[in-house]
């Protein structure tokens, strides 16, 4: 009986553990760094297919020329890479203002990359995180 109790209690101890490993694990992953596999060749060369890259998920500031990633504004399931090309206010390609909030984005591998070319200016809400290597 004696041994069975120490047994339970070296459980309880173990799951106080785990849980404050968890929710640490998880605040670091969403909200400060976390690594991410590119699939895809819309940001070759820049960022090559099956390539692991670091993204900075908090406490930056979106600007022209970050590579970012974002939930896709047609099929919110799915994560994209690609540059910031125009911020709110500037002129996009076709000559109309990005409105407040959005963000011109682009693949730097023109040919194949589906992007703001096709569906506009995204939210910048959808902006996950910027890659920092």
Request: proline share 6%; hydrophobic share 40%.
């Amino acid at each position: 009986m004696l041994s069975s109790l120490k047994q339970m209690l070296l459980k309880q101890k173990e799951i106080l553990v785990v849980i404050p490993a968890f929710c640490s694990y998880y605040l670091v992953t969403q909200h400060l760094i976390s690594f991410e596999l590119s699939e895809g060749q819309s940001m070759h060369p820049t960022v090559k297919d099956g390539e692991l890259v670091v993204v900075q998920r908090g406490f930056y500031r979106i600007k022209q020329g970050d590579i970012i990633i974002a939930k896709s504004p047609v099929r919110p399931d799915y994560t994209v890479c690609k540059r910031i090309i125009h911020l709110e206010d500037e002129l996009d390609p076709n000559g109309n203002k990005v409105p407040k909030n959005h963000a011109w984005i682009e693949g730097d591998n023109a040919k194949v990359s589906f992007d703001s070319k096709f569906h506009g200016p995204i939210p910048i809400n959808l902006i996950q995180g910027r890659v920092i290597y």
